[in-house]
């Protein structure tokens, strides 16, 4: 096979060395880049001054939270739909609910999960080297998850005021926590493949092992608390003693956001419109529900996106791929936002089906829509604005403005309400899903 690969002779790189040299633009271009970076010297002035902040709908949902080195975005973004919710119906101007608290759950269900998939595949004969059993080692305890996984969370084990359980040095720095989690599992795993008939033995200490790790960390989670307020308008309320179920079900629950849809825009040619997909050994709560999604062209995505703003007045999560075309600082998505293939002399276009196929692009962070401009036709979308989590020290205080061209290329998921859904795709919605692999690029998490 190494005969077939030709080497990079020093003959070819005087020539490449020598097509450089004799380009006036590429030297430019390296003075430039070299001095200020390839975004500066990148980005469009024309398209950045006029991706203008402004919007027909916006939604007031506080100061912008901060997930910090972690990648709990989808549980940031979620719990940030739902704060809305909360707010409005405690009539209270600042809230926030525990994003550390939500992650505690996460974590330690996974572990059950995790222990409980792999010893399946081990029981079933699953050689350890297939490229399944590595993927489920290598994809294990990471910080991302989906709307779904977030749902799961609630409905099991509530939420609770951030003031309550909050944050702690290991749920701001995930890294460290993470790898002993890893490491653990790894080793329970490497204990179930030598020893079979040990297995539910084995799942029983890795737990225990799991849970202990998890409380050192982040602290042992509250299961009730006192609750007390005072409203907008200087009214005090006092609950008394309440459990994170009851203050889920009673500050969220009408909202019905468990019962929400998760719309995709799979842009492959052979997985169908107006079809279920799921991804196999994919969740986080063993019996919960499993993590599926409607294939749907990107207009009926953004259609409902808009309803849910406009219409019903509330925030929207969504999952994008959010590194192309971001400018970070200002705030900013659109397609071309910057010209990188002007400063490199090189075509970089590839559509959404190819960017997915050829492993350029996936969803990998969780956001909340929370406005929308929308034409005088009341139907045309014009641009986005986005509440992130990444802080208040960037964009507009936290939150981000993104051109309606950026959510056609960028945008792959959202969370609906099922009502909007016409009566073919709620049909849909009760077949059963196409189930693809694992290392699926659908199957990227937030």
């Given at each position: 096979?190494s005969?077939?690969i030709?080497p990079?002779?020093?003959?070819?790189?005087?020539?490449?060395?020598s097509?450089?040299?004799?380009?006036k633009?590429?030297?430019?271009a390296?003075?430039?880049?070299?001095?200020?970076g390839?975004?500066?010297?990148?980005?469009?002035?024309?398209?950045a001054?006029?991706?203008q902040?402004?919007f027909?709908?916006?939604l007031?949902?506080?100061e912008?939270?901060h997930q910090?080195?972690?990648?709990?975005?989808?549980?940031?973004?979620?719990l940030?739909?739902?704060?809305?919710?909360?707010?409005?119906t405690m009539?209270?101007?600042?809230?926030?609910?525990?994003?550390?608290?939500?992650?505690?759950?996460?974590k330690?269900?996974?572990v059950?999960?995790?222990?409980?998939?792999?010893a399946?595949?081990?029981r079933?004969g699953?050689?350890?080297?297939s490229?399944?059993?590595?993927?489920?080692?290598h994809?294990?305890?990471?910080?991302?998850?989906?709307w779904?996984?977030?749902?799961?969370?609630y409905?099991k084990?509530g939420?609770?005021?951030?003031?309550?359980?909050p944050?702690?040095?290991?749920s701001k720095?995930t890294?460290?926590?993470?790898?002993q989690?890893?490491r653990?599992?790894h080793?329970?795993?490497?204990?179930?493949e030598?020893?079979p008939?040990?297995?539910?033995?084995?799942?029983?200490?890795?737990?225990?092992?799991?849970?202990?790790?998890?409380?050192?960390h982040?602290?042992?989670p509250?299961?009730?608390f006192?609750?007390?307020?005072?409203d907008?308008d200087?009214?005090?309320h006092?609950?008394?003693e309440?459990?994170?179920?009851e203050f889920?079900?009673?500050y969220?629950?009408?909202a019905?956001?468990e019962?929400?849809?998760?719309?995709?825009?799979?842009?492959?040619?052979e997985?169908?419109?107006?079809k279920?997909?799921?991804?196999?050994?994919?969740?986080?709560?063993?019996?919960?529900d499993?993590?599926?999604?409607?294939n749907?062209?990107i207009?009926?995505?953004k259609?409902c996106?808009?309803?849910?703003l406009?219409e019903q007045?509330i925030p929207?999560?969504f999952g994008a791929?959010?590194?192309?075309?971001m400018?970070?600082?200002?705030?900013?998505w659109?397609?071309?936002?910057?010209?990188y293939?002007?400063?490199?002399?090189?075509?970089f276009?590839?559509?959404?089906?190819?960017?997915v196929?050829?492993?350029?692009?996936?969803m990998?962070?969780?956001m909340a829509f929370?406005g929308?401009?929308v034409?005088?036709?009341?139907?045309?979308t014009?641009r986005?604005?986005?509440?992130?989590?990444?802080?208040?020290?960037?964009?507009?205080?936290?939150?981000?403005?993104?051109?309606?061209?950026?959510?056609?290329?960028?945008v792959?998921e959202v969370?609906v309400p099922?009502?909007?859904l016409?009566?073919?795709?709620l049909k849909a919605?009760?077949?059963?899903?196409q189930?693809?692999?694992?290392?699926?690029p659908?199957g990227?998490l937030?």
């Amino acid at each position: 096979m190494s005969d077939k690969i030709s080497p990079l002779s020093s003959h070819d790189l005087d020539d490449l060395t020598s097509e450089f040299e004799g380009s006036k633009s590429n030297v430019m271009a390296m003075n430039a880049v070299t001095a200020a970076g390839i975004n500066k010297v990148a980005r469009n002035y024309d398209r950045a001054r006029l991706l203008q902040r402004r919007f027909s709908t916006s939604l007031d949902n506080g100061e912008a939270t901060h997930q910090d080195r972690s990648g709990r975005c989808w549980l940031f973004s979620s719990l940030n739909v739902a704060r809305y919710v909360a707010k409005k119906t405690m009539n209270i101007k600042e809230f926030e609910f525990s994003q550390n608290y939500a992650m505690y759950f996460d974590k330690l269900e996974r572990v059950n999960y995790f222990l409980q998939d792999i010893a399946n595949l081990i029981r079933e004969g699953e050689p350890t080297d297939s490229r399944l059993f590595q993927h489920m080692l290598h994809d294990v305890m990471g910080d991302g998850g989906q709307w779904t996984m977030a749902m799961n969370v609630y409905k099991k084990y509530g939420a609770v005021p951030k003031d309550l359980y909050p944050e702690t040095e290991s749920s701001k720095n995930t890294g460290e926590l993470d790898t002993q989690l890893r490491r653990m599992l790894h080793t329970a795993v490497s204990q179930m493949e030598k020893s079979p008939e040990h297995i539910d033995e084995i799942i029983l200490q890795a737990t225990k092992a799991g849970h202990r790790i998890l409380t050192i960390h982040l602290g042992e989670p509250p299961k009730s608390f006192d609750w007390e307020w005072t409203d907008k308008d200087g009214e005090f309320h006092r609950v008394g003693e309440i459990t994170p179920v009851e203050f889920w079900n009673r500050y969220v629950g009408d909202a019905d956001l468990e019962s929400y849809v998760c719309l995709v825009d799979d842009p492959r040619h052979e997985h169908a419109k107006g079809k279920k997909i799921g991804i196999e050994h994919l969740n986080n709560v063993a019996g919960g529900d499993p993590t599926e999604y409607l294939n749907v062209p990107i207009q009926f995505m953004k259609d409902c996106a808009r309803d849910v703003l406009v219409e019903q007045g509330i925030p929207v999560w969504f999952g994008a791929d959010c590194h192309p075309m971001m400018d970070r600082e200002d705030g900013a998505w659109a397609t071309d936002l910057f010209e990188y293939g002007k400063v490199y002399d090189y075509d970089f276009t590839m559509d959404k089906e190819e960017r997915v196929r050829f492993a350029d692009s996936a969803m990998n962070h969780a956001m909340a829509f929370v406005g929308v401009d929308v034409a005088d036709d009341n139907k045309t979308t014009r641009r986005w604005r986005v509440e992130n989590s990444w802080g208040t020290k960037i964009a507009d205080k936290g939150y981000f403005t993104m051109g309606d061209d950026w959510f056609d290329q960028y945008v792959f998921e959202v969370a609906v309400p099922k009502a909007l859904l016409p009566d073919e795709y709620l049909k849909a919605l009760d077949e059963p899903a196409q189930m693809l692999p694992a290392w699926d690029p659908m199957g990227a998490l937030a």
